[in-house]
Protein backbone atom coordinates (compact mmCIF):
# COMPACT_ATOMS: atom_id res chain seq x y z
CA UNK A 1 0.00 0.00 0.00
CA UNK A 2 1.58 3.23 -0.99
CA UNK A 3 2.36 5.58 2.37
CA UNK A 4 0.94 9.13 1.50
CA UNK A 5 4.08 10.95 2.09
CA UNK A 6 4.93 14.45 1.15
CA UNK A 7 6.83 14.36 -2.44
CA UNK A 8 11.00 14.76 -1.74
CA UNK A 9 11.44 18.36 -3.82
CA UNK A 10 15.00 16.15 -4.80
CA UNK A 11 13.34 13.87 -6.65
CA UNK A 12 15.01 12.82 -10.36
CA UNK A 13 13.14 14.75 -13.52
CA UNK A 14 11.95 11.69 -14.83
CA UNK A 15 8.13 11.87 -14.69
CA UNK A 16 7.07 8.35 -13.40
CA UNK A 17 4.22 6.46 -15.31
CA UNK A 18 1.71 5.25 -13.34
CA UNK A 19 1.94 1.32 -13.20
CA UNK A 20 -1.32 -0.70 -13.58
CA UNK A 21 -1.23 -2.27 -10.33
CA UNK A 22 -0.88 1.49 -8.78
CA UNK A 23 -4.27 1.84 -10.72
CA UNK A 24 -5.90 -0.99 -9.51
CA UNK A 25 -5.30 0.14 -6.36
CA UNK A 26 -7.06 2.94 -6.61
CA UNK A 27 -10.03 1.27 -7.79
CA UNK A 28 -10.25 -0.73 -4.89
CA UNK A 29 -10.02 2.41 -2.82
CA UNK A 30 -12.97 3.71 -4.79
CA UNK A 31 -15.69 0.83 -4.80
CA UNK A 32 -14.24 1.00 -0.18
CA UNK A 33 -15.80 5.15 -0.74
CA UNK A 34 -18.64 3.91 -2.82
CA UNK A 35 -19.71 1.15 0.17
CA UNK A 36 -19.17 4.20 2.80
CA UNK A 37 -21.68 6.27 0.77
CA UNK A 38 -23.95 3.50 0.42
CA UNK A 39 -24.30 3.35 4.04
CA UNK A 40 -24.64 6.83 4.15
CA UNK A 41 -27.35 6.79 1.59
CA UNK A 42 -29.23 4.08 3.64
CA UNK A 43 -28.61 6.19 6.90
CA UNK A 44 -30.01 9.74 5.62
CA UNK A 45 -32.17 8.06 2.61
CA UNK A 46 -31.52 10.45 0.08
CA UNK A 47 -28.28 10.45 -2.73
CA UNK A 48 -24.76 11.77 -1.74
CA UNK A 49 -23.47 14.54 -3.91
CA UNK A 50 -20.45 16.23 -4.88
CA UNK A 51 -20.20 19.53 -6.33
CA UNK A 52 -16.99 20.51 -8.33
CA UNK A 53 -15.59 24.25 -8.45
CA UNK A 54 -13.00 24.67 -11.35
CA UNK A 55 -11.15 27.87 -12.06
CA UNK A 56 -7.87 27.96 -14.97
CA UNK A 57 -7.53 26.64 -17.97
CA UNK A 58 -8.76 23.84 -20.45
CA UNK A 59 -6.25 21.73 -18.79
CA UNK A 60 -8.32 21.71 -15.60
CA UNK A 61 -11.52 21.50 -16.74
CA UNK A 62 -10.41 18.59 -18.22
CA UNK A 63 -8.75 17.32 -14.67
CA UNK A 64 -12.17 18.12 -13.54
CA UNK A 65 -14.05 15.80 -15.50
CA UNK A 66 -11.80 12.93 -14.22
CA UNK A 67 -12.21 14.35 -10.74
CA UNK A 68 -15.99 13.75 -11.80
CA UNK A 69 -15.71 10.56 -13.27
CA UNK A 70 -14.17 9.33 -10.30
CA UNK A 71 -16.39 10.86 -7.73
CA UNK A 72 -19.06 9.14 -9.78
CA UNK A 73 -17.40 5.77 -9.62
CA UNK A 74 -17.20 6.58 -5.42
CA UNK A 75 -20.90 6.75 -5.77
CA UNK A 76 -21.46 10.57 -5.77
CA UNK A 77 -24.00 12.33 -7.62
CA UNK A 78 -22.51 15.48 -9.51
CA UNK A 79 -24.69 18.40 -8.45
CA UNK A 80 -24.41 21.83 -9.31
CA UNK A 81 -25.84 23.12 -5.71
CA UNK A 82 -22.85 23.46 -3.07
CA UNK A 83 -25.64 23.27 -0.34
CA UNK A 84 -26.66 20.16 -1.19
CA UNK A 85 -23.32 18.80 -1.48
CA UNK A 86 -21.57 16.12 1.11
CA UNK A 87 -18.08 16.26 -0.79
CA UNK A 88 -16.98 19.68 -2.61
CA UNK A 89 -14.14 20.02 -4.84
CA UNK A 90 -12.52 23.29 -5.32
CA UNK A 91 -10.04 22.84 -8.37
CA UNK A 92 -7.41 25.89 -8.38
CA UNK A 93 -5.78 27.71 -10.96
CA UNK A 94 -2.29 29.41 -10.03
CA UNK A 95 -1.59 31.56 -13.13
CA UNK A 96 -2.47 34.92 -11.95
CA UNK A 97 -3.39 36.87 -8.58
CA UNK A 98 -6.43 36.82 -9.20
CA UNK A 99 -7.18 33.10 -9.91
CA UNK A 100 -5.62 32.58 -6.62
CA UNK A 101 -8.07 35.13 -4.61
CA UNK A 102 -10.69 33.88 -6.12
CA UNK A 103 -10.08 30.48 -5.18
CA UNK A 104 -9.56 31.19 -2.06
CA UNK A 105 -12.66 33.58 -1.33
CA UNK A 106 -14.67 31.02 -2.48
CA UNK A 107 -13.35 28.46 -0.58
CA UNK A 108 -14.14 30.73 2.50
CA UNK A 109 -17.81 30.77 1.43
CA UNK A 110 -17.99 27.02 1.82
CA UNK A 111 -17.20 27.49 5.41
CA UNK A 112 -21.21 28.14 6.49
CA UNK A 113 -22.01 25.35 4.86
CA UNK A 114 -19.28 23.04 6.89
CA UNK A 115 -20.77 24.83 9.93
CA UNK A 116 -24.16 23.76 8.70
CA UNK A 117 -23.72 20.23 8.30
CA UNK A 118 -20.03 18.86 9.77
CA UNK A 119 -19.92 15.48 7.58
CA UNK A 120 -19.55 18.03 4.25
CA UNK A 121 -16.13 17.27 3.25
CA UNK A 122 -14.42 19.81 1.57
CA UNK A 123 -11.12 19.12 -0.83
CA UNK A 124 -9.24 21.80 -2.69
CA UNK A 125 -6.86 20.41 -5.42
CA UNK A 126 -4.80 21.77 -8.59
CA UNK A 127 -2.24 24.16 -9.68
CA UNK A 128 -2.60 26.23 -7.20
CA UNK A 129 -2.14 23.91 -3.80
CA UNK A 130 0.85 22.34 -5.82
CA UNK A 131 2.66 25.08 -4.36
CA UNK A 132 3.76 24.22 -0.82
CA UNK A 133 2.94 28.04 0.16
CA UNK A 134 -0.43 27.98 -0.93
CA UNK A 135 -1.07 24.92 0.75
CA UNK A 136 0.19 26.13 4.06
CA UNK A 137 -1.98 29.33 3.67
CA UNK A 138 -5.08 26.66 3.14
CA UNK A 139 -3.65 24.71 6.05
CA UNK A 140 -3.82 27.78 8.23
CA UNK A 141 -6.53 29.82 7.06
CA UNK A 142 -8.81 27.70 6.34
CA UNK A 143 -9.60 24.57 8.76
CA UNK A 144 -12.54 23.79 7.72
CA UNK A 145 -10.78 22.59 4.51
CA UNK A 146 -10.18 18.65 4.93
CA UNK A 147 -8.42 17.44 2.07
CA UNK A 148 -5.39 19.70 -0.55
CA UNK A 149 -3.41 18.08 -2.94
CA UNK A 150 -1.93 19.03 -5.94
CA UNK A 151 -1.73 18.30 -9.75
CA UNK A 152 0.57 14.93 -9.07
CA UNK A 153 -1.70 13.60 -6.87
CA UNK A 154 -5.27 12.95 -9.11
CA UNK A 155 -5.32 9.89 -10.09
CA UNK A 156 -5.02 8.93 -5.90
CA UNK A 157 -8.08 11.36 -5.32
CA UNK A 158 -10.01 7.65 -4.15
CA UNK A 159 -7.20 7.17 -1.79
CA UNK A 160 -7.29 10.32 -0.21
CA UNK A 161 -10.63 10.30 0.03
CA UNK A 162 -11.19 7.22 1.73
CA UNK A 163 -8.48 8.02 4.70
CA UNK A 164 -9.88 11.12 4.90
CA UNK A 165 -13.62 9.20 5.24
CA UNK A 166 -12.08 6.52 7.58
CA UNK A 167 -10.36 8.97 10.31
CA UNK A 168 -11.53 12.56 9.47
CA UNK A 169 -7.98 13.54 9.88
CA UNK A 170 -6.73 16.40 7.36
CA UNK A 171 -4.46 15.16 4.72
CA UNK A 172 -2.37 18.09 2.88
CA UNK A 173 -0.38 16.88 0.21
CA UNK A 174 2.19 18.90 -1.99
CA UNK A 175 4.20 18.08 -4.94
CA UNK A 176 6.78 20.46 -4.71
CA UNK A 177 9.56 19.46 -6.74
CA UNK A 178 7.65 16.42 -8.71
CA UNK A 179 8.57 16.14 -12.56
CA UNK A 180 4.92 14.78 -12.66
CA UNK A 181 2.96 11.37 -13.00
CA UNK A 182 1.27 10.22 -16.08
CA UNK A 183 -1.84 8.30 -15.30
CA UNK A 184 -3.71 6.30 -17.77
CA UNK A 185 -7.45 4.73 -17.08
CA UNK A 186 -8.74 7.36 -14.80
CA UNK A 187 -12.70 7.80 -15.40
CA UNK A 188 -14.12 10.48 -17.21
CA UNK A 189 -17.26 12.25 -16.76
CA UNK A 190 -17.67 14.84 -19.62
CA UNK A 191 -19.12 17.32 -19.60
CA UNK A 192 -20.88 17.90 -22.48
CA UNK A 193 -22.39 15.50 -25.01
CA UNK A 194 -20.78 16.99 -28.28
CA UNK A 195 -17.62 18.53 -27.59
CA UNK A 196 -14.46 16.35 -25.74
CA UNK A 197 -11.34 17.17 -24.42
CA UNK A 198 -8.35 15.03 -24.73
CA UNK A 199 -5.19 16.01 -22.59
CA UNK A 200 -2.03 14.91 -25.05
CA UNK A 201 0.68 16.23 -22.59
CA UNK A 202 1.34 17.35 -19.30
CA UNK A 203 3.33 20.07 -17.86
CA UNK A 204 5.76 22.09 -19.33
CA UNK A 205 9.72 22.82 -19.84
CA UNK A 206 9.96 25.98 -21.17
CA UNK A 207 10.41 28.30 -18.46
CA UNK A 208 8.91 31.44 -19.59
CA UNK A 209 10.42 33.79 -17.03
CA UNK A 210 6.82 35.24 -16.33
CA UNK A 211 4.95 32.12 -15.48
CA UNK A 212 4.30 29.14 -12.78
CA UNK A 213 2.85 26.81 -14.90
CA UNK A 214 5.93 24.44 -15.58
CA UNK A 215 6.35 24.49 -11.69
CA UNK A 216 3.05 23.31 -10.56
CA UNK A 217 2.38 21.05 -13.48
CA UNK A 218 6.00 19.68 -13.67
CA UNK A 219 8.06 18.48 -16.81
CA UNK A 220 6.61 17.84 -20.25
CA UNK A 221 5.07 13.61 -20.12
CA UNK A 222 3.73 12.90 -23.54
CA UNK A 223 1.12 10.25 -23.51
CA UNK A 224 1.83 7.49 -25.97
CA UNK A 225 -0.25 7.44 -29.52
CA UNK A 226 -1.86 4.37 -28.71
CA UNK A 227 -3.29 5.78 -25.79
CA UNK A 228 -4.41 8.83 -27.33
CA UNK A 229 -6.11 6.80 -30.28
CA UNK A 230 -7.48 4.75 -28.45
CA UNK A 231 -9.48 7.87 -26.60
CA UNK A 232 -10.00 9.27 -29.88
CA UNK A 233 -11.87 5.91 -31.04
CA UNK A 234 -13.86 5.90 -28.51
CA UNK A 235 -14.94 9.59 -28.80
CA UNK A 236 -15.51 9.21 -31.80
CA UNK A 237 -17.69 5.94 -32.07
CA UNK A 238 -20.11 7.82 -29.40
CA UNK A 239 -20.80 10.16 -31.72
CA UNK A 240 -18.21 13.65 -30.32
CA UNK A 241 -18.46 16.01 -33.39
CA UNK A 242 -15.74 18.64 -32.13
CA UNK A 243 -12.40 17.24 -30.18
CA UNK A 244 -9.85 19.41 -28.86
CA UNK A 245 -6.36 17.80 -27.74
CA UNK A 246 -4.69 19.40 -24.78
CA UNK A 247 -1.32 20.39 -24.24
CA UNK A 248 0.57 23.47 -22.74
CA UNK A 249 3.03 23.38 -25.56
CA UNK A 250 1.13 20.27 -28.17
CA UNK A 251 4.02 21.22 -30.49
CA UNK A 252 6.80 19.86 -28.49
CA UNK A 253 4.83 16.56 -28.63
CA UNK A 254 6.32 13.32 -28.38
CA UNK A 255 9.98 14.38 -27.77
CA UNK A 256 10.24 12.74 -24.06
CA UNK A 257 8.57 9.74 -25.71
CA UNK A 258 10.80 6.24 -25.95
CA UNK A 259 10.00 6.02 -29.63
CA UNK A 260 10.53 9.64 -30.12
CA UNK A 261 7.63 10.95 -32.53
CA UNK A 262 5.94 14.32 -33.35
CA UNK A 263 2.98 16.53 -33.20
CA UNK A 264 2.02 16.49 -36.96
CA UNK A 265 2.24 12.65 -37.33
CA UNK A 266 0.36 12.24 -34.44
CA UNK A 267 -2.56 14.49 -36.23
CA UNK A 268 -2.12 12.37 -39.21
CA UNK A 269 -3.20 9.21 -37.16
CA UNK A 270 -5.72 10.82 -35.65
CA UNK A 271 -7.50 12.02 -38.48
CA UNK A 272 -7.33 8.58 -40.02
CA UNK A 273 -9.48 7.64 -36.87
CA UNK A 274 -13.00 7.25 -38.53
CA UNK A 275 -15.65 9.33 -37.49
CA UNK A 276 -17.54 12.56 -38.30
CA UNK A 277 -15.53 14.97 -35.67
CA UNK A 278 -13.44 17.95 -36.13
CA UNK A 279 -10.17 18.35 -34.12
CA UNK A 280 -9.13 21.70 -32.63
CA UNK A 281 -5.81 22.01 -30.41
CA UNK A 282 -4.09 23.87 -27.86
CA UNK A 283 -1.87 25.72 -26.98
CA UNK A 284 0.69 25.96 -29.93
CA UNK A 285 3.81 27.43 -28.95
CA UNK A 286 5.12 29.71 -31.60
CA UNK A 287 9.04 29.04 -31.88
CA UNK A 288 7.93 25.21 -32.18
CA UNK A 289 5.24 25.99 -35.06
CA UNK A 290 6.06 23.99 -38.02
CA UNK A 291 5.70 24.51 -41.85
CA UNK A 292 5.27 20.51 -41.61
CA UNK A 293 2.38 21.25 -38.97
CA UNK A 294 0.84 23.79 -41.29
CA UNK A 295 0.91 21.79 -44.12
CA UNK A 296 -0.84 18.70 -41.94
CA UNK A 297 -3.52 21.46 -41.33
CA UNK A 298 -4.34 22.11 -44.71
CA UNK A 299 -3.85 18.73 -46.29
CA UNK A 300 -7.17 17.04 -43.25
CA UNK A 301 -10.43 17.26 -43.73
CA UNK A 302 -10.88 16.90 -39.80
CA UNK A 303 -8.68 19.79 -38.75
CA UNK A 304 -10.53 22.76 -37.98
CA UNK A 305 -9.34 26.17 -39.68
CA UNK A 306 -7.86 27.58 -36.08
CA UNK A 307 -5.07 28.33 -34.60
CA UNK A 308 -4.32 29.57 -31.33
CA UNK A 309 -0.90 30.88 -31.28
CA UNK A 310 0.68 32.88 -28.45
CA UNK A 311 2.41 36.00 -28.93
CA UNK A 312 2.82 37.63 -25.83
CA UNK A 313 4.59 40.65 -27.06
CA UNK A 314 5.25 42.62 -29.77
CA UNK A 315 8.61 43.91 -28.30
CA UNK A 316 11.49 42.32 -29.28
CA UNK A 317 13.71 43.22 -26.09
CA UNK A 318 10.51 41.71 -23.67
CA UNK A 319 10.01 38.85 -26.10
CA UNK A 320 13.78 38.02 -24.91
CA UNK A 321 13.44 39.17 -21.39
CA UNK A 322 10.20 36.42 -21.50
CA UNK A 323 12.48 33.63 -22.61
CA UNK A 324 9.91 32.92 -26.03
CA UNK A 325 12.65 32.20 -28.51
CA UNK A 326 11.13 33.75 -31.17
CA UNK A 327 11.45 37.96 -32.48
CA UNK A 328 8.63 39.79 -33.91
CA UNK A 329 9.56 39.26 -36.73
CA UNK A 330 9.86 35.60 -36.79
CA UNK A 331 6.43 35.26 -35.67
CA UNK A 332 4.62 37.47 -38.47
CA UNK A 333 6.91 35.11 -41.08
CA UNK A 334 4.94 32.25 -39.47
CA UNK A 335 1.87 33.90 -39.36
CA UNK A 336 2.57 34.46 -43.50
CA UNK A 337 3.09 30.63 -44.06
CA UNK A 338 0.49 29.58 -42.30
CA UNK A 339 -2.25 32.19 -44.33
CA UNK A 340 -0.82 31.13 -47.43
CA UNK A 341 -1.45 27.47 -47.41
CA UNK A 342 -4.95 28.38 -45.03
CA UNK A 343 -6.42 31.62 -46.34
CA UNK A 344 -9.56 31.20 -43.87
CA UNK A 345 -7.52 30.67 -40.97
CA UNK A 346 -8.99 32.16 -37.67
CA UNK A 347 -6.19 32.93 -35.13
CA UNK A 348 -6.38 34.17 -31.81
CA UNK A 349 -3.69 35.30 -29.34
CA UNK A 350 -2.78 35.58 -25.68
CA UNK A 351 -0.91 39.00 -24.96
CA UNK A 352 0.40 40.20 -21.28
CA UNK A 353 0.46 43.85 -20.89
CA UNK A 354 2.89 45.76 -18.38
CA UNK A 355 5.41 43.05 -18.36
CA UNK A 356 8.36 44.46 -16.34
CA UNK A 357 10.48 47.15 -17.90
CA UNK A 358 7.92 47.44 -20.70
CA UNK A 359 8.00 50.72 -21.94
CA UNK A 360 5.64 53.13 -23.93
CA UNK A 361 7.32 52.38 -27.19
CA UNK A 362 7.57 48.57 -26.34
CA UNK A 363 3.95 48.59 -25.80
CA UNK A 364 3.32 50.18 -29.26
CA UNK A 365 5.25 47.30 -31.03
CA UNK A 366 2.51 45.22 -29.11
CA UNK A 367 -0.14 47.35 -30.94
CA UNK A 368 1.46 47.46 -34.22
CA UNK A 369 1.78 43.85 -34.44
CA UNK A 370 -1.75 43.57 -33.93
CA UNK A 371 -2.54 45.76 -36.62
CA UNK A 372 -0.44 44.08 -38.81
CA UNK A 373 -1.77 40.37 -37.92
CA UNK A 374 -5.04 41.81 -37.56
CA UNK A 375 -6.21 38.87 -34.70
CA UNK A 376 -9.59 37.32 -34.92
CA UNK A 377 -9.44 37.30 -30.86
CA UNK A 378 -7.02 38.45 -28.34
CA UNK A 379 -6.81 36.66 -24.46
CA UNK A 380 -4.87 39.66 -22.42
CA UNK A 381 -3.66 39.95 -19.51
CA UNK A 382 -2.42 42.20 -16.63
CA UNK A 383 0.92 40.85 -15.75
CA UNK A 384 0.98 39.49 -12.48
CA UNK A 385 4.14 38.39 -10.48
CA UNK A 386 4.50 35.13 -9.33
CA UNK A 387 6.61 34.70 -6.70
CA UNK A 388 9.29 31.99 -7.43
CA UNK A 389 9.27 32.95 -11.13
CA UNK A 390 12.00 35.50 -12.55
CA UNK A 391 9.98 38.38 -14.06
CA UNK A 392 8.49 38.40 -10.33
CA UNK A 393 12.16 39.73 -9.26
CA UNK A 394 12.71 41.86 -11.83
CA UNK A 395 13.83 45.47 -11.93
CA UNK A 396 11.14 48.20 -13.54
CA UNK A 397 7.89 46.53 -12.21
CA UNK A 398 5.39 48.50 -13.82
CA UNK A 399 2.47 50.18 -12.00
CA UNK A 400 -1.11 48.95 -12.01
CA UNK A 401 -2.36 52.17 -13.21
CA UNK A 402 -0.02 52.22 -16.29
CA UNK A 403 -1.22 48.40 -17.15
CA UNK A 404 -4.58 48.90 -17.14
CA UNK A 405 -4.47 52.24 -19.00
CA UNK A 406 -2.57 50.28 -21.54
CA UNK A 407 -4.80 47.58 -21.13
CA UNK A 408 -7.94 49.79 -21.95
CA UNK A 409 -5.82 50.96 -25.54
CA UNK A 410 -5.41 47.20 -26.44
CA UNK A 411 -8.84 46.09 -26.06
CA UNK A 412 -10.37 48.85 -27.92
CA UNK A 413 -7.87 48.35 -31.09
CA UNK A 414 -8.89 44.66 -30.72
CA UNK A 415 -12.59 45.50 -30.86
CA UNK A 416 -12.17 47.50 -33.94
CA UNK A 417 -9.78 44.41 -35.76
CA UNK A 418 -12.72 41.99 -34.49
CA UNK A 419 -15.44 43.88 -35.58
CA UNK A 420 -13.95 44.67 -38.82
CA UNK A 421 -12.67 40.76 -39.13
CA UNK A 422 -16.45 39.57 -38.52
CA UNK A 423 -18.26 41.69 -40.97
CA UNK A 424 -15.92 40.45 -43.68
CA UNK A 425 -17.58 37.33 -42.81
CA UNK A 426 -21.23 38.61 -43.61
CA UNK A 427 -23.18 36.29 -45.96
CA UNK A 428 -21.45 33.83 -46.02
CA UNK A 429 -22.58 30.23 -45.42
CA UNK A 430 -20.48 28.15 -42.08
CA UNK A 431 -21.43 24.72 -40.91
CA UNK A 432 -22.52 25.55 -37.45
CA UNK A 433 -22.04 22.78 -34.36
CA UNK A 434 -25.18 24.22 -31.89
CA UNK A 435 -24.05 24.37 -28.03
CA UNK A 436 -27.72 24.59 -27.33
CA UNK A 437 -30.17 27.42 -26.25
CA UNK A 438 -28.81 30.65 -25.59
CA UNK A 439 -28.07 31.45 -21.57
CA UNK A 440 -29.85 35.01 -22.22
CA UNK A 441 -32.38 34.75 -24.88
CA UNK A 442 -35.04 31.30 -24.84
CA UNK A 443 -35.57 31.95 -28.16
CA UNK A 444 -32.16 31.72 -29.76
CA UNK A 445 -29.51 28.87 -30.43
CA UNK A 446 -25.75 29.33 -29.92
CA UNK A 447 -23.36 27.73 -31.41
CA UNK A 448 -19.59 27.85 -32.91
CA UNK A 449 -17.91 27.92 -36.59
CA UNK A 450 -15.16 25.86 -37.53
CA UNK A 451 -12.71 28.57 -36.23
CA UNK A 452 -14.46 28.72 -33.01
CA UNK A 453 -16.84 31.88 -33.67
CA UNK A 454 -20.07 31.84 -31.88
CA UNK A 455 -22.82 32.02 -33.71
CA UNK A 456 -26.23 33.17 -32.50
CA UNK A 457 -29.76 32.27 -34.27
CA UNK A 458 -32.99 31.89 -33.85
CA UNK A 459 -33.95 28.24 -35.09
CA UNK A 460 -37.21 27.27 -36.70
CA UNK A 461 -40.37 25.66 -35.17
CA UNK A 462 -39.74 22.13 -34.54
CA UNK A 463 -36.88 19.89 -33.32
CA UNK A 464 -34.29 20.80 -31.32
CA UNK A 465 -31.08 21.16 -33.10
CA UNK A 466 -28.48 21.27 -30.26
CA UNK A 467 -25.35 18.84 -31.15
CA UNK A 468 -26.28 18.95 -34.79
CA UNK A 469 -23.98 20.48 -37.35
CA UNK A 470 -26.44 23.10 -39.25
CA UNK A 471 -25.41 25.74 -42.18
CA UNK A 472 -26.03 29.29 -41.37
CA UNK A 473 -25.69 32.49 -43.19
CA UNK A 474 -24.21 35.31 -41.03
CA UNK A 475 -26.15 38.34 -40.86
CA UNK A 476 -24.80 40.59 -38.84
CA UNK A 477 -21.17 41.26 -37.20
CA UNK A 478 -20.49 42.20 -33.63
CA UNK A 479 -16.74 42.17 -32.23
CA UNK A 480 -17.15 38.90 -29.85
CA UNK A 481 -19.95 36.97 -31.83
CA UNK A 482 -22.20 36.94 -35.18
CA UNK A 483 -25.77 36.43 -36.32
CA UNK A 484 -27.02 34.42 -38.50
CA UNK A 485 -29.81 32.68 -39.66
CA UNK A 486 -30.22 28.96 -40.73
CA UNK A 487 -29.96 28.16 -44.56
CA UNK A 488 -32.10 24.88 -45.83
CA UNK A 489 -29.47 22.06 -45.92
N1 LIG B 1 1.28 27.34 -22.70
C1 LIG B 1 0.61 28.41 -23.25
C2 LIG B 1 1.61 29.28 -24.06
O1 LIG B 1 2.78 29.12 -24.01
O2 LIG B 1 1.14 30.18 -24.69
C3 LIG B 1 -0.12 29.29 -22.28
C4 LIG B 1 -0.40 28.83 -20.94
S1 LIG B 1 -0.92 30.00 -19.75
C5 LIG B 1 -1.88 28.90 -18.86
C6 LIG B 1 -2.12 31.01 -20.58
C7 LIG B 1 -1.73 32.45 -20.68
O3 LIG B 1 -1.67 33.06 -19.42
C8 LIG B 1 -0.35 32.71 -21.26
O4 LIG B 1 -0.31 32.59 -22.64
C9 LIG B 1 -0.07 34.11 -20.80
O5 LIG B 1 -0.55 35.05 -21.72
C10 LIG B 1 -0.88 34.21 -19.51
N2 LIG B 1 0.00 34.28 -18.33
C11 LIG B 1 0.82 33.33 -17.86
N3 LIG B 1 1.47 33.78 -16.76
C12 LIG B 1 1.05 35.06 -16.55
C13 LIG B 1 1.36 36.05 -15.58
N4 LIG B 1 2.26 35.84 -14.64
N5 LIG B 1 0.71 37.24 -15.67
C14 LIG B 1 -0.19 37.47 -16.64
N6 LIG B 1 -0.52 36.57 -17.57
C15 LIG B 1 0.10 35.37 -17.54
FE1 LIG C 1 3.85 28.97 -19.33
FE2 LIG C 1 5.50 29.42 -21.32
FE3 LIG C 1 4.98 26.92 -20.58
FE4 LIG C 1 3.11 28.36 -21.79
S1 LIG C 1 5.07 27.73 -22.68
S2 LIG C 1 2.86 27.11 -19.97
S3 LIG C 1 3.48 30.41 -21.03
S4 LIG C 1 6.05 28.44 -19.38
FE1 LIG D 1 -4.08 26.02 -16.18
FE2 LIG D 1 -4.04 27.74 -14.22
FE3 LIG D 1 -2.83 25.46 -13.95
S1 LIG D 1 -3.97 28.23 -16.33
S2 LIG D 1 -2.22 24.83 -15.97
S3 LIG D 1 -5.02 25.79 -14.22
S4 LIG D 1 -2.04 27.42 -13.30
Known amino acids: MNQLQKQDPGLPCTPRLIRSDEREEQERYARCVAELVRAKEAETNRPVFCYLQTFGCQQNESDSEKLAGMAEAMG ?46 IAVCGCMVSQEKNLEKFRRSCPYVGIAFGTTFLYRFPE ?59 RERSRTPEAILAEIRSLAGQGYREITLL ?22 QICSVPGDFLLHFMTSHPKDASERLFDVMASQRKIAHHLHLPVQSGSDRILAAMNRHYTSGSYLETVGKLRKRIPD ?33 VFSFLFSPRQGTPAAEMDGQ ?67 PTGRILPVRITKACPHNLIGEPVSE
Do not use: W
Not at 89 to 114: D, F, P, W
Not at 183 to 196: C, D, K, L, N, T
Not at 443 to 458: A, D, I, P, Q
Open 160 to 218: ILYRHLCDGKRIFLSDAGSPGNLAEGIPVRRSSPHSAYVSIMYGCNNFCTYCIVPFVRG
Open 76 to 121: YRLTEEPEQADLIVVNTCAVREHAEKRALSITGQYKHLKDRKPSLV
Open 398 to 464: VSESVKRERMKRLLDLQEEISLSRNQDLVGSVFPVLVEGISKTDSTTYTGRTEGGKLVHFRAGEGED
Open 247 to 268: GQNVNSYGRDLPEPTDFPALLE
Open 345 to 377: IVLSTDLIVGFPTETEEDFECTLSLMREVRFDS
